[in-house]
Every structure is written in structure tokens, then in C-alpha cells.
């Protein structure tokens, strides 16, 4: 019973993160952190 329960936790606990990183409000947060990588190379050339 227990690692079901465990199971179930992680499950929604994945659904939950998933849903509010998918959501339009946070892309422009996501796109500038995907870009962080980028930019460091950018000013060292620089």
C-alpha cells in the first residue's frame, strides 16, 4: 500500500510541475533561462 501511495504522491507532484510550467504566463520566465547559457558565451567574446 505504501509504495502506491508513494507512487500517487509523485505522480501528481509531476502533473502539478508540468501544468504550471507548461501555462503561457511563465514562457517568456522559461526562454530567458534557456538563453542564459547563450549569453555567457556572448560576453566572452565580447
Known sequence: MVPGLI???LLVLF???T???WR???KP???A???MP???DK???A
Do not use: F, K
Request: no cysteine; proline share 4%.
Open 38 to 40: 547563450l549569453d555567457d
Open 15 to 17: 502533473v502539478g510541475a
Open 29 to 31: 520566465e522559461m526562454d
Open 19 to 21: 501544468v504550471y510550467l
Open 33 to 35: 533561462a534557456a538563453q
Open 24 to 26: 503561457p504566463s511563465v
Open 7 to 9: 507512487t500517487a504522491v
Open 43 to 45: 560576453e566572452e567574446i
